[in-house]
């Protein structure tokens, strides 16, 4: 029986339930992060304390809700976490798994501020977008995670080649002409004769991104990440490297190729169809 007269209101509510079984990726973005990251003087082209930032806000919406994501994959100033296809979490309410992760993300990311950014003073509260984008099959997800990494490749040797231009005297204008229509291979090959630059040394979470993963039950990487673990207040610039935002070791952080197939080969439970 009706509460009250007023309850027929609820009738106009949407059902929003993500499709059962398939992927769903949720990714979030810094809103205005061009103007929010000169606002706090971020280090160009990277600055490896605002990106252990996002990893430390990314590590607790892992944790909070460790049954239901499989990992998550950031860069720059977005992130993707992955649901995993069987989760029930919230009935599969788009709306409320959405609002309530980047809500989330946004809270740690102010929460860790401080953690990360040192006495840099947070100059006001920053905002996140997200859209939720399902996946029917494994394939489709791993092209989903391919795209995001090909995007950090192609966006981070351009900036990295850009800001070498300009250290070296070059005006901004200068070096964006002196780039456009520049191949992979010819932006590596100016870093290398003209700055003595070898892109590939350049940090591995810079040229990769960032792929947290909850490191239990199986333990897998337990070994070799604790050998590399990064320690508090070090830039993440090994392979492996603890998150940091609680630094309770239950998570490990990547910055690995996910294009290719050796790193999914050797671990094949991360997309297994029970999950
Ligand atoms: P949006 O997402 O449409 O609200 O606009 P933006 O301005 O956030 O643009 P987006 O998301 O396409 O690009 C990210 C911006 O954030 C881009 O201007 C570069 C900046 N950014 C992200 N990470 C870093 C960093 O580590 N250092 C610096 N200097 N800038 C960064
Ligand atoms: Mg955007
Ligand atoms: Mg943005
Ligand atoms: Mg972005
Ligand atoms: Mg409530």
Known sequence: MACSRFEYVKAFERHDRLLPGCWAVIRLDGRSFTNFSKAHAFAKPNDSRALRLCNAAAEAVLRDFDQHLAFAYGESDEFSFVLKRQSALFARRESKILSTVVSLF??????????FMGDVPLKGP???DGRVVLYPTTKHLRDYLAWRQADTH?????????????????????????????SSKEKNEMLFTEYGINYNDEDAMFRKGSFI?????????GGEVSLKR??????ASSECGMAGGDGDGKFVTLHVDIIGDTFWNENPDLLAPSD
């Not at 946004?106 to 953690?115: C, E, G, L, R, T």
């Not at 800001?163 to 229509?181: C, N, P």
């Not at 993963?213 to 990487?221: C, D």
């Open 230 to 235: 990064t320690r508090e207040g070090e830039a």
């Open 154 to 182: 192609v966006n981070n040797l351009f900036n990295t080649a850009f800001w070498a231009l300009v250290k070296g005297g070059k005006s901004q204008r200068e070096s964006e002409e002196i780039l456009k229509g520049t």
């Open 213 to 221: 993963v909850s490191n239990l039950p199986s333990g897998r990487w």
């Open 126 to 128: 920053p905002s996140f």
């Open 106 to 115: 946004s809270s740690a990311y102010v929460f860790y501020w401080n953690k």
